[in-house]
């Protein structure tokens, strides 16, 4: 690879970290000047408090606690490593220390020179019951400036009745506004109109190319290593880049630091098991979490593939250990590893897995400023292999392999000011077919060769308050090299419906740079609060996706193709404008948001009618790129506590694409266009033993595409096609249910129990629904007969068609 | 011969995916022009079918296109005139063998005031070398034995094919049944002439399965099945009753509490594709299922019927079920038809092909033992 490449990055990253102070302040300056914004800079008169907000129970540090000042009435919130930073004039202080579901601290400070104050909060004797919450942390909906976000804590996602009893981030959170599916059994999720591929994943910051176990099933994350999942829809923060429609940030747990804790659960489909505790007591900790299904296990004697040796099943293990070296210093190593396995035999089937790795550091230069190093890797593959044995196979791989070098900074300038900076140099190989075929002994190599590039960007971001009114300007600076390697195509122009011509083909050099993009992504947040309870928001984002996933399936599946932006292949590019007025209500037991958006997306890749996406080197030939738009609306309620708490959530919405050669250059919709999208759910505490859950949600029915006539050829029935996506699938609707049992923590011999424990029953699909997946047609089944007609047909698809009950036991010690 | 992965996620999570028949709404478009012009390179009859498109939901056969003045002609000036005689069909009966390797023809269909045209190359053929049925488990296997044919790629790009088969007589035109591949199946490889791989040999192996689930048999030498009263108490794993001219399958829930949605409930005796014939000697009635024969005719074709070919079995064989999940949305076939209106939609094809061909009877002497006895 280029070395130059890096060393744009590398200069960023080493000029911050070896200048001083002053030039830091000089660096500031000028960007404070390029924005147009004035603020009180840093100055002798001030005084940093600073330090983490841990969980008293494990060591935990907490995400998005309240540190306030009383007396000035502002203060600061963690970040995600649980760090916060608040800058004052000299002064004894009355400090408050919150964070949702856990009883306030507050500490007399006085604070005479820069003091370092790690606070540990306990969780309510209630959590998350009817523990009386701090009002201040719970405005978060209406007093940050962030909007179009959704972050829910694993208590929560733990309530949601899931399919199977199975706990599940993805399909926990695709019951929020804006986010849904395709259907049961697809891949992935979709964010305000957004295709599976737009949306980033990020699990400790690693990027995640498939998020699903099983199909669509489930999803890669296992909750018992979750601690905090955050999905941003709009109002892209700079720190963020290279996907254009959403992300969605997990947060592994960092492993109980005080005790020895094991947590598992036996469930219908699968088993889990998590060991965390203490390497240096309060200094170093660990977790380790793995699941495994063995549906094959139980199914097998029903199943006379399983029984002749077919395997089906997945499993995962992710694994992180953290090291408080001293005040300033902390790193984190954390890994996942994921597969799902199909092999009818044993040996010919497909397989397919996540492969992640992080490494970071989190230092602090000063009281004020926090810095994260992060290195990575992420590998996704998936292989297919048929034959029985060497003289006869077929082998397939695919990868697609990133590692990624990640500095990123905040500077605490003040309770007012907020300055985050950073760069990101990611390496990405794919491997599109590594494949080789055996005939009668004679092996021929079908490989297609690998595809090379780099991604390098940096970004500035502030967050200022004034006043009422809160900004949050940035801007990203991205750029993406194509680096050479394989042959390099050129195409002449789209004629419709047919595959672009090869112009010509090229030879280039290993590491020569094949075709440059840069990118400015500006992005920009307001917040004006109207009074206490109440504030209106608006924020802007450009972002560019130099990553494609190609798929031409029904659904999104574990064998969509990621391919790399290209000499032919433009980057994506989104725009998103959302506004959105919030207000709480009731002491903020009640919080209500109504969000409207807008999206404008450029280069959309679509495919030519029976395009081939494997095993082509001419992919690109079949490509054809477009606009896509995207505009909705999302209200939202929630009930924060009482014993009945829960909220409700309607999104109205369009996604629709307009590509030159499909459908007479209309605008047509997405796969995944749904106008409406109803969901509610809720929770009941009967008493401390029983706790309903129930979600409900209706849903629009989605396209499918269907024929506007039939003809015959040599004996078959093929059919004449309307335009994409112009028929509509019926109203899709399910109730889900469940009940958990927490066992009292006493026997019933009077001795008290060991330890959590818990049922889950859950019933999927109370009311035996057959939702609609899609409907295809089809000439009949039965063998065509001479001189009889052959009949054409309509076909619904239903995943489900009874309900799913399900059984799961969970334990804690 | 297990070569659909999907296959496999089909049966295994088959039980949660469900399928029912519905009535849709489709848009309907005016009639327009489809030609079937399919030759192959022979003498005697070439048969070009003219019809036109009709509703989707349209059950009946599909409209003749009449009054139609068809001709082909070569790059040797060479005209040949098709003669309509009726039903859509336009026919030249050629005394010597119709077309030359490598020559260009050019097809003109003059129809309601409209030219279209097309052309096409004849490729090389290529010749079945043998053709094995394989027994692979010692002990007897419940699906009989799979047909393996062999045959060798020539050196070179742009080799493809589609292989016809007929079972016992019976030519397999399901839409699972339309074999075709280029260049050892992988597109746009560099074709170096390598013996046909295995899943292209194996190709001409369908299976089917009675309406519970058991699998009828693919090629077999005689079997015979006792008659008692009018059943039969093993067929394949199900039980049958013989009637008339035909023998039908029990649904036993045993096996499967809901009978297999596409499977086979009625079999014709005295026809193929299963070879069953009725038998009564000295009072005892005895079905017997007569040795299979395979008859398989390789046709090469152009690199562009192939692709044509491709997408017709991908729009007509849709993965059902839980597969409808890896499917492609339907989308219309490619044509090399043209029309000097552009405006004028025409669908079809104009192909020529070159074919060999080669069939067999399961005996002793072609069924090819695969383990160690």
């Known amino acids: 690879m280029k070395l130059q490449n890096f060393f744009v990055v590398a200069s960023f990253f080493t000029k911050i970290n070896l200048n001083s102070n002053q030039t830091l302040k000089n660096h500031f300056l000028t960007f404070l000047l390029i924005g147009g914004i004035s603020f009180a800079a840093k100055s002798q008169e001030k005084i940093t408090l600073s330090g983490y907000v841990k969980d008293a129970e494990n060591g935990e540090t907490l995400i998005g606690a309240t540190v306030v000042v009383n007396e000035l009435n502002s203060g600061n919130i963690t970040n995600v490593y649980g760090f916060y930073s608040i800058t004052i004039p000299p002064g004894l202080y009355e400090v408050d220390f919150r964070y949702v579901g856990y009883e306030t601290i507050t500490k007399q400070i006085d604070l005479t020179e820069n003091q370092r104050v790690d606070v540990e909060l306990s969780a309510g004797s209630q959590q998350l019951q009817e523990v009386v919450v701090s009002a201040r942390a719970q405005d978060a909906n209406v007093s940050e400036v962030e909007m179009s976000t959704q972050e829910m804590d694993i208590k929560t996602i733990e309530k949601i009745p899931a399919f199977l009893g199975e706990v599940d981030v993805i399909k926990s959170i695709q019951l929020l506004p804006g986010v849904s599916s395709v259907g049961e059994g697809a891949s992935g999720f979709n964010v305000r109109g957004g295709s599976v591929g737009q949306n980033l994943i990020l699990l400790d910051e690693a990027p995640v190319y498939n ?18 999942v955050k999905l941003y829809k709009g109002g892209i923060p700079a720190k963020y880049g290279g996907r254009i429609s959403s992300v969605l940030d997990v947060r592994m747990k960092e492993g109980n630091n005080k005790r020895y804790t094991v947590s598992g659960g036996i469930g219908t489909i699968f088993s889990r098991l998590a060991v965390e505790g203490p390497l240096i007591k309060d200094k170093a900790s660990f977790i380790v979490a793995g699941r495994r299904s063995y549906a094959d296990v139980l199914f097998k004697p029903f199943n006379e593939e399983l029984r002749n040796g077919a395997q089906l099943y997945f499993y995962d293990l992710t694994a992180k250990a953290n090291y408080t070296i001293n005040d300033k210093n902390r790193v984190f190593l954390s890994g996942y590893l994921g597969r799902d396995v199909f092999l009818f035999d044993g040996v010919q089937g497909f397989t397919w897995g996540n492969k992640t790795g992080t490494l970071r550091w989190n230092h602090l230069f000063n009281d004020q400023l926090f810095s994260n190093l992060t290195l990575l890797v992420s590998d996704y593959d998936y292989s297919l292999k048929f034959g029985e044995d060497e003289e006869d196979l077929f082998e397939w791989n695919s990868n697609i392999i990133s590692y990624q070098f990640k500095p990123e900074f905040s500077y605490f300038i003040n309770t007012n000011s907020e300055l985050t900076f950073g760069a990101d140099a990611i390496l990405y190989r794919f491997v599109p077919a590594e494949a080789r075929g055996v005939s009668v002994g004679e092996e021929i190599n079908i490989s297609l060769e690998d595809q090379r590039a780099l991604e390098s960007s940096a970004y500035i971001g502030l967050e200022q308050k004034i006043g009422n009114l809160t900004i949050q ?9 194509y680096l050479g390697g394989p042959n390099v195509y050129t195409y002449g122009d789209t004629i419709p419906g047919r595959k672009k011509p090869v112009e010509s083909i090229q030879d280039s050099d290993r590491g020569e740079i094949i075709e440059s993009y840069y990118n400015a992504e500006p992005r920009l947040a307001l917040k004006y609060q109207l009074d206490p309870v ?24 574990p064998l969509d193709l990621w391919t790399p932006t290209t000499n032919n292949i433009k980057p994506q590019i989104g725009h998103q404008i959302a506004l959105g007025y919030f207000r709480n209500f009731q002491n903020n037991a009640y919080e209500a948001s109504i969000e409207i958006y807008g999206k404008h997306n450029e280069n959309q890749l679509d495919y030519i009618d029976g395009a081939q996406l494997f095993f082509n080197e001419e992919l690109e030939g079949e490509l054809l790129s477009g606009t896509g738009r995207a505009y909705g609306l999302e209200l939202y309620v929630k009930k924060n506590n009482g014993k009945l708490n829960g909220w409700i959530s309607y999104t109205l919405g369009r996604s629709e694409l307009n590509v030159e050669g499909i459908g007479n250059d209309d605008w047509y919709p997405t796969r995944f266009d749904q106008l409406h999208n109803l969901t509610f759910a809720a929770f009941y505490e009967f008493n401390p033993s029983w706790t309903l859950s129930s979600n409900f949600s209706a849903i629009s029915g989605t396209p499918f595409t269907s024929p506007n006539g039939r003809y015959e050829i040599q004996g078959y029935v093929a059919p004449a096609v ?25 026997k019933p011999n009077g001795k008290p129990r060991r330890g959590e424990h818990s049922m889950v029953f859950t019933l999927y699909n109370t009311y035996f629904r057959k939702n609609p997946f899609t409907i295809y047609f089809r000439q009949q089944q039965s063998r065509p007969e001479e001189g009889e007609p052959i009949r054409t047909e309509a076909v619904q698809v239903s995943i489900f068609a009874f309900v799913i009950p399900g059984i799961s036991y969970n334990f804690k010690f | 011969m297990k070569r659909n992965s999907i296959l496999l996620l089909t049966t295994i999570l088959g039980f949660v995916a469900c399928e029912s028949i519905v009535d849709v709404k489709v848009n309907e478009t005016d009639p327009y022009l489809v030609v079937d012009a399919w030759l192959t390179r022979a003498t005697g009859d070439q048969t070009i079918r003219l019809t036109t498109t009709q509703p989707y939901f349209d059950n009946s056969f599909a409209p003749a296109a009449n009054d139609a003045t068809v001709t082909i002609t070569d790059g040797s000036g060479s005209s040949y005139a098709f003669v309509e005689q009726g039903n859509g069909n336009y026919v030249y009966n050629s005394p010597d063998t119709f077309g030359t390797v490598g020559e260009t023809y050019h097809l003109e269909v003059l129809w309601a005031g409209n030219t279209y045209t097309s052309s096409t190359i004849l490729p090389r053929k290529v010749t079945i070398d043998s053709l094995v049925f394989n027994d692979d488990e010692p002990d007897e296997s419940d699906f009989g034995y799979y047909a393996e044919f062999f045959a060798r790629d020539p050196d070179g790009i742009g080799d493809a094919f589609w292989l016809k088969a007929w079972k016992n007589g019976k030519y397999l035109n399901q839409p699972s049944e339309i074999y075709t591949f280029d260049d050892v199946s992988f597109s746009n490889d560099d074709g ?3 013996p046909f791989i295995f899943p292209i040999r194996t190709l001409p192996n369908s299976f089917e399965q ?16 006792t008659v008692i009263g009018d059943q039969i108490v093993d067929f394949y794993g199900s039980k049958a009753i013989v009637e008339d001219n035909q023998l039908r399958i029990i649904h036993d829930e045993r096996q499967r509490p809901k009978p297999l949605d596409d499977g086979i409930e009625i079999i014709p ?23 299979d024969s395979l008859y398989l005719e390789l046709h090469a074709i152009s690199p562009d019927a192939f692709f044509f070919l491709a997408r017709l079995q991908q729009e007509t064989d849709r993965p059902s079920g839980f597969g409808a999940l890896f499917a492609t949305p339907p989308s219309d076939l490619p044509t090399n038809i043209k029309c000097d209106e552009p405006d004028v939609p025409v669908v079809g094809f104009f192909n020529i092909t070159n074919k060999t061909s080669l069939g067999r009877k399961v005996s002793e002497e072609s069924i090819r033992i695969n383990y160690d006895l």
Not at chain 1, 473 to 481: A, D, E, K, L, Q
Request: glycine share 6%; hydrophobic share 35%.
């Open chain 1, 211 to 228: 998020s699903s176990h099983l199909l669509g099933f489930f999803s890669v994350f296992n909750p018992d290593a979750v601690k905090d």
């Open chain 1, 473 to 481: 300007p940035g801007i990203r600076v991205s750029n993406f090299n």
């Open chain 1, 534 to 557: 109440s504030s209106v928001k608006a924020s802007y984002n450009r972002m560019a996706q130099y990553l494609h996933l190609i798929s031409n399936t029904t659904a999104s599946n």
């Open chain 1, 722 to 746: 309307d335009t994409r996506n112009a028929g509509r699938v019926p109203v899709s609707h399910r109730l889900d249910l469940s009940a958990t049992w927490t066992f009292s923590d006493v």
């Open chain 2, 192 to 194: 170096g002439g390598i």
């Open chain 2, 210 to 225: 009675d309406i519970n689930g058991n699998n009828l048999p693919l090629y077999g030498l005689e079997e015979r099945f």
């Open chain 2, 269 to 291: 005796l005295d026809s193929a594709p299963y070879y069953l014939e009725n038998t009564n000697t000295n009072g005892q009635s005895t079905v017997v299922k007569k040795p």
